[in-house]
T-cell receptor, first 113, second 111 residues
């Protein structure tokens, strides 16, 4: 079993839809949970960051972490064509300051106007 | 800040040639990471540095790969000799705190 599993999609939705993206993981030591957005031919950029369990909201984006189920989600409300990108989940353990992130393979999202 | 700067953006080389990828991290960031991205395997960590010192190179696939960080503002990833299976996008990232900042990547094609 891979440490981080993410459905690669592709996922295609109409503009204005609510999008749900998910990752599961196996390493119970993970404490840092992030979502990155990667546009075509660009590097990933940090979108959301959560430490430990709970929810975090930033505008149209909500990140949820359920450590008991080893499951994280990213919700996008009122999706826009500009949200079309690959979304990667990333996780890190708390091994001091020398932690490193493990990434999911990414989910390709297309929002159709 | 100009962000993490990588060069070249694209590299096409013949099998057996030496390839050198370059990275300038964000000033003040004390960690630097080299990743490789392919469709099949996603983002794979190759090696990372803390304060210019290599911390973990367990992701470097073979002895053909080597990385250096001679100072806080420059790092290189070298492949010698290159092989077609090395074709991928190579990303450099730096961090201070939790989140990474990635460069735009180098798209390497080995023919």
């Amino acid at each position: 079993q891979k440490e981080v599993e993410q459905d690669p999609g592709p996922l295609s939705v109409p503009e204005g839809a609510i999008v749900s993206l998910n990752c599961t993981y196996s390493n119970s030591a993970f404490q840092y949970f992030m979502w990155y957005r990667q546009y075509s031919r660009k590097g990933p950029e940090l979108l959301m960051y959560t430490y430990s369990s709970g929810n975090k909201e930033d505008g149209r984006f909500t990140a949820q972490v359920d450590k008991s189920s080893k499951y994280i989600s990213l919700f996008i409300r009122d999706s826009q064509p500009s949200d079309s990108a690959t979304y990667l989940c990333a996780m890190g353990d708390s091994g001091g300051s020398n932690y490193k992130l493990t990434f999911g393979k990414g989910t390709l999202l297309t929002v159709n106007p | 800040d100009a962000g993490v700067i990588q060069s070249p953006r694209h590299e096409v080389t013949e099998m057996g040639q030496e390839v050198t990828l370059r990275c300038k991290p964000i000033s003040g960031h004390d960690y630097l990471f080299w990743y490789r991205q392919t469709m099949m395997r996603g983002l794979e960590l190759l090696i990372y540095f803390n304060n210019n010192v290599p911390i973990d190179d367990s992701g470097m696939p073979e002895d053909r790969f080597s990385a250096k960080m001679p100072n806080a503002s420059f790092s290189t990833l070298k492949i010698q000799p290159s092989e077609p299976r090395d074709s991928a996008v190579y990303f450099c990232a730096s961090r201070q705190g939790a989140g990474y900042t990635f460069g735009s990547g180098t798209r390497l094609t080995v023919v």
